[in-house]
C-alpha cells in the first residue's frame, strides 16, 4: 500500500494505491492520523486501489469517525472497481463515503 | 416415481419460463449490448437452468447451460463484448434446450451435431480454453430462485458479532459472507456504529457485525457450516423469520416498526412513543438516538426482502388447471343468471323487505363476476415477446432490416382469447414481413429509412381489445387485388368496388397475390383462415392501406368470451340477443323509411341504402307481424344491414351458454342464454345471418327453424 498525502487550500488529499488489506493497515495507521490531525475535510482518491479487505474498508470507516469528531469530513473522489465491489461484499454503501449526511 | 414425475413436470414449466425469459433478455441485449442489467439476468437464469438440470439428472442440459454460462460470465465481468454470434448461439442453445426438455412428449429429439457445434463456437468465442473447464461459479445444490415443492425454502435472519481478534485469527469475513450469498437471495447490511476513531485503535481489530437476511433451500445446517471456524469467537444468531407472522402471505407487508421491535433492537415503548408523533418512524428513530441508522438500514433491507418474498408465494400459488377455471366460470354464469332472475321476481312482487336484500346480492354478484372473469385475464406481452423472435429470424432470412415495436403489452385479454390469437397474429406478421416491408434498397429508393419498422400495439376500447399490425411497407397493390379476384372469377368482370371492398377480398378463401410462393407466406391459405379464427372469435379485422406508405390491420377482439354486453329483441314468441358491439342504431321502419328507395327490403339510413334481412323470414316464424317494426342496424364485417325485429326490449349481460352438438350447424347461432324468467334467448351469429339471407334461403329457413325448435324444447 502506498499513501500520498498532499494539501491544497486546507483541504487534504489522500491517494492511496497498491492493496488495501489487513497486511498493511498497521503500517498505514500513522501516515492517516497525521493528516487527519491537521482538520478539516479529506479527499480520498481511491482509484488506484488494487485489492480490498474488510480490514482495509474498516480502516477508511476508522478514518472517516476520527475526521468527523474533528468536525471534517472523508469524501471519496474517485474509486476503482474493486474498491466498489469490495464494498459491496462487506454489505456496506457506498453512499457512506459520498457524503457523509448521506447515511441518514 | 409419481412423486419424482411430478417434480419433473414442475421442472420443465419452470424451465421454459426460464427459455422464455432467455429469449426476451437476450433480444434486448441485442438492442442495447450496454444493458448491464439484462446481461445479468440472462447470466442469472443460465445458471439457474444449469443448476436445476443437474438437480434432475438432465445432465445434457446442464453440460450445455455450463458452456454458455462460462461465455456469459466473461461477458458479464467485461472480459468480452456481446456479438451477433453470441445473440445467434444463445437463440439455438435456448431452442435445443427447448427440445431436450420435451423430447419426450414431442419425439423430436435434439439434433446432437447441432449442439457439438454450438458448443464448439461458444468455445470458439472464448478467448483462452481453459475457462471452460473451470466453472465460474459451483453448480448449487439447491437454486433459490428455482421454487421446487420438495425442498422448502425459508428465510432465515443471521446475526453475526464479530470479535476483535477476527481479523488477527486469519479470517476475512468477505469471504464467509460470499459463502451465504451461494445459498440463496441474500441482504448483506453490515454495522460500523461501533468502530472507533482510527487514533484510538489497532486497525487490525475487527469492529464490524453484520445483519443477514437469506432466503435458502439448503437449510439452517448450511449456514452453520459457513461460521464453523468462527462461531467459538463470534456471537452467532440464525434465526427463521419466515415462519413468523411477518411471513404470512396473508397478512398486510410487514411494517418498519415490527421488524425492528421483533429484532430487538428497540423496545415496544420507544415504538409506541414515536408512533404518536406521526413521522417517518426510521427518520425518527435514529434522530432520537434510539438506534443506530444502519440498524435501521439493515430493518428496511429486511422489510423489502420480506415484502419480496410475499409477493413470490403469491405468484406462485396461481398455477391452476384451467379446466377448474372453466367450472368456476360456468358456476358463476348460473349464479348470474339465477340473480337476475331473483331481482326480476323482487321487482315484480314490490316488496321492499326482500329488495334491499336482492340489491345487496345483486351488487355482490357483479362484483364476483368481475373477478372471476378476471382471473383468466392474462397480459398479451407474453404473446407478443414471441412475434420478437419470429420477425429477427424472418427478417435474417429475407435479408430484410425490420424492428419490431410493441405497445400494450400489459393490456390484459381472456386467456382462451389470447391462445387461440396466436396463429392469426403470426400469419399477419408474417405477412407484414414478407410482403409488406421491402427491401432496405428498395426502401432507400422509395424515400424511406432502410429499417422498416413493424408496430405491434394492443389497446382497450369499451368492451374489445384492438390489436394493430402497422407496417410502413409499401402498402397493398388494390389493383393487383381486382384484377387477381377477377380472374379467379371471386369478382364479376364488370363490377366497380370501393377500395374497402377491394381491400377485403384478400380475405377470401383461395385469394393470394404473391406472385412466387415463398417459405414464409403467400401459399394462398391463410387470411381467410385467420378471418375465420378472428370470427370464431367473435372479433372483426379491419384493414386500411396506402400504396406506397403501408399497411394497417385492426384486429377488434371482445374481452372475454363468457359474458357479453348484448342487445335484447322480441320477434314472435321468442327472444334474440344480439351482440351490441356490432350494433350500429336501432331505428323505428315508419312508412317513410320506405318512400325513398322503391323497394321493400332496403331502407334509407342517412343517405345511404341499408338492405333489410327479417328475422322472422330467417327463422321461419309465421305468426302475424306486428303494425309498426323495428330494425336493428349492424355492422358486420364490411357490411351494413337492418335486423327487422318486432320490437326491442333493452340492454342485456348476456351469459353465454353453449348449444349442444346437434345444433352445431345451426349457421344463425353462436349460443344460448337462459333469460331472468328462465326462459332461453338465442345469440344471433350476424356473420352466420347474412351468409344465410344471401344464399338459398328456403334451405336454410328450414334447418334453422328445426335447430330452433329442437333449442327450446
Given at each position: 500500500m502506498k499513501i500520498t498525502a498532499s494539501q491544497t487550500d486546507g483541504v487534504s488529499s489522500i491517494k492511496i494505491e497498491g492493496d488495501l488489506v489487513i497486511g498493511g493497515v498497521a503500517e498505514a495507521k500513522p501516515e492517516l492520523v497525521a493528516v487527519l490531525a491537521q482538520g478539516g475535510d479529506v479527499f480520498l482518491d481511491l482509484s488506484e486501489v488494487g485489492g480490498c479487505d474488510t480490514a482495509g474498508i474498516q480502516l477508511l470507516l476508522m478514518a472517516r469517525i476520527s475526521a468527523k469528531s474533528r468536525g471534517g469530513k472523508i469524501s471519496v473522489i474517485a474509486q476503482s472497481p474493486s474498491f466498489r465491489t469490495a464494498l459491496e461484499r462487506v454489505g456496506i454503501s457506498a453512499r457512506c463515503f459520498e457524503d457523509e449526511e448521506g447515511t441518514h | 416415481m409419481d412423486g419424482n414425475d411430478k417434480h419433473l413436470e414442475t421442472f420443465r414449466q419452470e424451465a421454459d419460463e426460464l427459455l422464455g425469459e432467455i429469449e426476451t433478455v437476450i433480444l434486448l441485449i441485442e438492442e442495447n449490448p450496454e444493458d448491464d442489467d439484462a446481461i445479468n439476468r440472462l447470466f442469472r437464469s443460465v445458471h439457474t437452468l444449469k443448476g436445476s438440470g443437474g438437480m434432475f439428472g438432465l445432465t445434457d442440459i446442464a453440460n450445455f447451460s455450463h458452456g454458455l454460462e462460462s461465455v456469459l460470465d466473461k461477458v458479464r465481468s467485461k472480459k468480452l463484448a456481446i456479438s451477433r454470434e453470441l445473440i445467434d448461439l444463445t437463440l439455438a442453445y435456448r431452442d435445443q434446450v427447448g427440445l431436450m426438455l420435451h423430447a419426450g412428449e414431442s419425439g423430436v429429439a435434439p439434433d446432437a451435431a447441432r449442439v457439438e457445434e454450438i458448443v464448439t463456437r461458444l468455445r470458439a468465442l472464448s478467448p483462452s480454453s481453459e475457462t471452460m473447464s473451470d466453472a465460474p461459479s459451483p453448480i448449487p445444490s439447491a437454486p433459490a430462485a428455482l421454487s421446487l415443492p420438495h425442498g422448502s425454502v425459508v428465510t432465515y435472519r443471521v446475526r453475526f458479532n464479530s470479535h476483535p481478534s477476527l481479523f488477527v485469527t486469519g479470517t476475512e469475513p468477505a469471504l464467509l459472507l460470499d459463502e451465504l450469498r451461494s445459498l440463496g437471495e441474500c441482504a448483506v447490511v453490515a454495522h460500523f456504529d461501533d468502530v472507533p476513531a482510527l487514533e484510538d485503535t489497532d486497525p487490525e481489530t475487527c469492529h464490524l457485525n453484520w445483519d443477514i437476511v437469506l432466503t435458502t433451500a439448503s437449510g439452517l445446517d448450511a449456514i452453520r457450516d459457513v461460521f464453523v471456524f468462527v462461531e467459538d469467537i463470534c456471537k452467532i444468531d440464525i434465526e427463521d423469520i419466515s415462519s413468523d407472522a411477518i411471513l404470512d402471505p396473508d397478512a398486510p407487508q410487514p411494517r418498519l416498526g415490527d421488524i425492528l421491535v421483533h429484532r430487538g433492537d428497540v423496545a415496544p415503548a420507544d415504538l409506541h412513543d414515536q408512533l404518536?408523533?406521526?413521522?417517518r418512524l426510521g427518520e425518527l428513530l435514529v434522530e432520537s438516538g434510539r438506534i443506530s441508522s444502519t440498524k435501521v438500514i439493515s430493518a428496511l433491507s429486511e422489510q423489502q426482502t420480506v415484502a419480496r418474498q410475499q409477493l413470490a408465494t403469491k405468484n406462485d400459488s396461481v398455477r391452476v388447471p384451467s379446466d377448474k377455471l372453466d367450472a368456476l366460470i360456468n358456476l358463476l354464469g348460473e349464479l348470474v343468471t339465477n340473480q337476475a332472475r331473483l331481482s326480476q321476481i323482487a321487482r315484480n312482487t314490490g316488496d321492499m323487505v326482500l329488495a334491499v336484500p336482492v340489491e345487496e346480492a345483486d351488487r355482490l354478484t357483479d362484483e364476483l363476476r368481475d373477478i372471476v372473469l378476471n382471473i383468466r385475464m392474462m397480459p398479451i406481452g407474453t404473446t407478443f415477446s414471441r412475434f420478437k423472435r419470429l420477425v429477427r429470424d424472418l427478417s435474417g432470412e429475407l435479408d430484410k432490416q425490420i424492428e419490431l415495436v410493441t405497445e400494450g403489452a400489459e393490456t390484459e385479454l381472456d386467456k382462451t382469447v389470447i391462445d387461440r390469437l396466436a396463429d392469426p397474429l403470426v400469419h399477419l406478421i408474417r405477412n407484414s414481413i414478407d410482403h409488406g416491408v421491402e427491401h432496405p434498397d428498395e426502401r432507400i429508393a422509395a424515400g424511406k429509412p432502410a429499417k422498416g419498422t413493424i408496430k405491434l400495439t394492443a389497446v382497450h376500447k369499451g368492451a374489445s381489445v384492438v390489436i394493430s399490425i402497422i407496417d410502413d411497407g409499401k402498402g397493398l397493390d388494390k389493383v393487383a387485388i381486382l384484377k387477381k379476384a377477377k380472374e379467379k372469377g371471386l369478382v364479376p368482370p364488370d363490377v366497380n368496388l370501393s377500395d374497402k371492398e377491394i381491400l377485403a377480398?384478400?380475405?377470401?378463401?383461395?385469394?393470394?397475390?404473391?406472385t412466387k410462393v415463398t417459405d414464409v407466406s403467400?401459399?394462398?391459405?391463410g387470411m381467410d383462415v385467420v378471418k375465420r379464427e378472428i370470427d370464431s372469435l367473435r372479433g372483426s379485422i379491419d384493414i386500411q392501406s396506402e400504396t406506397g406508405t403501408g399497411t394497417r390491420i385492426d384486429l377488434a377482439l371482445p374481452l372475454t368470451l363468457a359474458i357479453i354486453e348484448g342487445l335484447l329483441v322480441h320477434v314472435g314468441e321468442d327472444r334474440y340477443v344480439i351482440p351490441l358491439s356490432a350494433i350500429e342504431e336501432c331505428l323505428e321502419l315508419t312508412a317513410d323509411r320506405f318512400a325513398t328507395t322503391s323497394a321493400r327490403n332496403m331502407i334509407q339510413v342517412r343517405g345511404t341504402p341499408v338492405p333489410l334481412v327479417r328475422l322472422r323470414d330467417i327463422f321461419g316464424l309465421t305468426d302475424p307481424r306486428p303494425p309498426l317494426e323495428q330494425a336493428v342496424v349492424v355492422d358486420v364485417g364490411q357490411l351494413r344491414v337492418g335486423l327487422v325485429v318486432d320490437q326491442v326490449i333493452g340492454n342485456h349481460q348476456t351469459v353465454i351458454k353453449s348449444l349442444g352438438k346437434l345444433y352445431r350447424k345451426a349457421d344463425c347461432i353462436s349460443g344460448a342464454t337462459i333469460m331472468g324468467d328462465g326462459n332461453v334467448a338465442l345469440i344471433l351469429d350476424l356473420a352466420g345471418i347474412i351468409r344465410n339471407a344471401k344464399s338459398d334461403e328456403a334451405s336454410a329457413i328450414i334447418r334453422n327453424t328445426e335447430a330452433r325448435r329442437s333449442a327450446l324444447v
Open positions: - | 404518536n408523533r406521526q413521522s377480398l384478400i380475405f377470401l378463401p383461395g385469394f393470394s397475390t404473391a403467400g401459399r394462398g391459405v
